[in-house]
């Protein structure tokens, strides 16, 4: 996740004000106007833009904010971010933790995990209660 306050030079608790000062002399330094034909200096333009436009909101920079901190506070790393920030990969591992597996991998990643398929004593294994389900369903 790119970090806005870095990018615009200020701290997180910097208020309106200091990230509307801090976005303008940025801006001023690095306007295409002011380079013309220099793509880095517009590419730079384009990011100082784009933060000051997520933290200059008060909505944006509270779920700007959330997913910052919710990212920081991942351990293991590995998650996939979609674009509004929150982790794509949560709704698999709730989807896992449900049916006790991943679709595509299969129920071995999740036996292997808790035990390669052992079943404690009188516990049934998934497709045994399946199977017992369905089985009288005509």
Do not use: W
Not at 40 to 46: G, M
Not at 72 to 83: P, V, Y
């Amino acid at each position: 996740m790119t970090d806005y306050y870095r990018m615009l030079g200020v701290s997180p608790q910097a208020d309106e004000n200091e990230i509307r000062k801090a976005y303008r002399s940025l801006a001023k330094r690095y306007h295409p106007d002011a380079h013309p034909g220099d793509a880095q200096c517009e590419a730079r333009f384009r990011e100082i833009s784009e933060a000051y436009h997520t933290l200059g909101d008060a909505e944006k920079r509270r779920r700007y904010d959330a997913a910052r901190s919710a990212q920081s506070g991942r351990t293991g790393g590995g998650g996939r971010e979609a674009k509004d920030g929150t982790d794509a990969a949560a709704p698999m591992s709730e989807f896992e933790r449900f049916f006790g597996f991943r679709p595509g991998q299969g129920m071995e990643t999740y036996r292997d995990r808790r035990g390669g398929g052992k079943t404690a004593a009188g516990a049934r294994k998934p497709e045994e209660k399946f199977a017992s389900i369905f089985k009288n369903i005509k």
